[in-house]
Structures are given as C-alpha cells and as structure tokens.
C-alpha cells in the first residue's frame, strides 16, 4: 500500500513564510510527477505547482515569484517553500502523487495527501 502524508501547515502572518513537506510512502516503484493543490473555503480545488521527476516547476500564476517546489527523489518527498504569504493563500493544501506501485507498475495511479491547512491572517 501507498500513503501519501503532509505536514507543515499553520497559522502565519501575511508577509511571513511556510514550509510544506509531502512524504510517500509504501510499495512504490517511481513517482512521477508531484504536486500541490489547495481548497479555500466555498472555492474549487486549485492547481498551486507541480515539479517533474527533473526537477522543473510548473507554478499558478497566483503564486510565482512567491512559492517554490522541489522534491528529494530519494526520500520520495515533495517541498513547497511558501514566502510573502498573503491573506488570499488560506486554504487547505493536499499534496498528490503520480505513482507506479508493486506490483501493478504498468498501472500508475493518482494519490493524495489529507490536506493540511494553512492560515494566512493579515
């Protein structure tokens, strides 16, 4: 089995910084590509980066030049590096993983964090 666990929301000022760690776990033979989303209340879940198993991050125009991501392929962790945090970035961020799991390595599927939240106040 494969579990996919966040860590590193909470409560901070506007202007101030956060760090998001997402770690998988489990039967896995790769993980392709990782990511970010978040969920602010009464609003559609949104795409917040992606980063490729090279390294290339893809960002929400919301967010560039303020979030950064990157990831440990050996830890199988994925980082979100959040800076000049705003009001407008409080939500729930789920982590979700493109990955290939034992033994259906052929068959990659979709997994995702249980949200950790990140309060922005102002």
């Known amino acids: 089995q494969v579990q996919v666990v966040e860590s590193g929301g909470g409560l901070v000022q506007a202007g101030g910084s956060l760090r998001l760690s997402c770690a998988a776990s489990g039967s896995i033979f790769s993980i392709d590509f990782m990511g970010w989303y978040r969920q602010a209340p009464g609003k559609q879940r949104e795409l917040v980066a992606t980063?490729?198993?090279?390294?290339?991050?893809n960002y929400a125009d919301s967010v560039k030049g303020r979030f950064a991501i990157s990831r440990d392929n050996v830890k199988n962790t994925v980082y979100l590096q959040m800076n000049s945090l705003k009001p407008e970035d409080t939500a729930v961020y789920y982590c979700?993983?493109?990955?290939?799991?034992?033994?259906?390595?052929?068959?990659?599927?979709?997994?995702w964090g249980q949200g950790t939240q990140v309060t922005v106040s102002s």
């Open positions: 979700t993983a493109n990955i290939k799991e034992y033994p259906h390595i052929f068959r990659p599927r979709d997994y």
């Open positions: 980063v490729t198993t090279s390294g290339t991050g």
